[in-house]
């Protein structure tokens, strides 16, 4: 934490002593000298992810029109209660019983929800688009104290790295969905609908965001002193760089994907329309 220096007492002052107004800091009237239309990038942000956390909050609790033969949405797979509607060939695993009344989403969504939380990428995101910590760069925050994330609840995003152990499972499982996809309604290989596309579209898109993780670099490359004595690894860890430089793009466009799969499967389970047959 940056600090400053009282010149009556030389005493040092930190951000958390009246923050960038403190009496460390130059004395500037205006709150920021920045003439452009800095609040949009925050603004859209905040919009774009609060647009999906009402999305899947409704899907999540909805427990209904989430399988339409041989799609299942990403949001309830692998499906681990005793309620799920039948999948055939899918991954249902009932391993909660019957006791478990609610909806079987939220058995699965915490993992790939705390990956993304706790992901770095998002952080900045909703930091700034939510939090104003800050809002944008040269943009003061209005916030007189920054304790970091060394305290509750911020504490919880060291998990990053566990959540992503859970979250290459959640990702096998869902590219496991997409095969699934090539059978028909009566479950018979051989077919490609519309569906199928945009599951083929999703699973890549997820598996770049998952794969493009700071916590997958390093578990890659990480703790390693000769990167010539291991090859492999320091090959892997190129290409995992060069898909890291796109992690913000892929946040996105993976987050977007998801949300167009579940939603796909949602119309055609509930009769919106029949899914369009390639062959």
């Not at 603004?43 to 647009?51: D, H, K, S, V, Y």
């Not at 499906?79 to 006791?99: D, V």
């Not at 970091?148 to 959540?163: A, D, I, S």
Request: aromatic fraction near 18%; include cysteine.
């Amino acid at each position: 934490m940056a600090t400053g220096t009282d010149p009556h007492t030389s005493r040092k002052l930190s951000h958390s002593e009246g923050g960038v107004r403190g009496a460390g800091r130059a004395a500037i009237a205006a709150p920021h000298l920045r003439t452009d239309r800095w609040w949009l990038q925050p603004a859209g942000t905040a919009a774009g992810l609060f647009a999906f956390i009402v999305y899947s909050t409704w899907r999540a609790f909805a427990n209904a029109d989430y399988y339409a033969a041989p799609y299942v949405s990403p949001f309830y797979s692998p499906c681990l209660a005793e309620n799920c509607e039948p999948m055939k060939g899918g991954p249902n695993w009932e391993i909660f019983g019957s006791w478990w009344g609610l909806s079987p989403a939220l058995l699965i969504l915490i993992f790939p929800l705390g990956f993304r939380l706790t992901c770095y990428y998002y952080r900045k995101a909703y930091y700034r688009g939510f939090w104003a910590s800050p809002p944008a760069c040269a943009v003061a925050e209005p916030h007189k104290k920054y304790s970091g994330e060394t305290k509750f609840p911020l504490v919880f995003q060291n998990m990053h790295r566990y959540f992503f152990y859970a979250a290459v499972p959640v990702a096998g499982i869902l590219t496991y969905d997409t095969v699934l996809a090539f059978r028909d309604e009566n479950y018979e290989w051989g077919h490609m609908g519309l569906g199928t596309l945009v599951f083929l579209v999703n699973i890549v898109l997820i598996w770049a965001y998952t794969l493009s993780c700071h916590s997958c670099r390093h578990i890659v490359g990480g703790k390693l002193k000769h990167f010539s004595k291991h090859p492999v690894r320091y090959r892997t860890w190129q290409w995992i760089g060069k898909l890291n430089a796109r992690h913000m793009l892929l946040a996105w466009a993976s987050l977007i994907s998801v949300a167009l799969a579940d939603l796909y499967v949602y119309l055609v389970a509930s009769g919106a329309f029949d899914d369009p047959r390639f062959f």
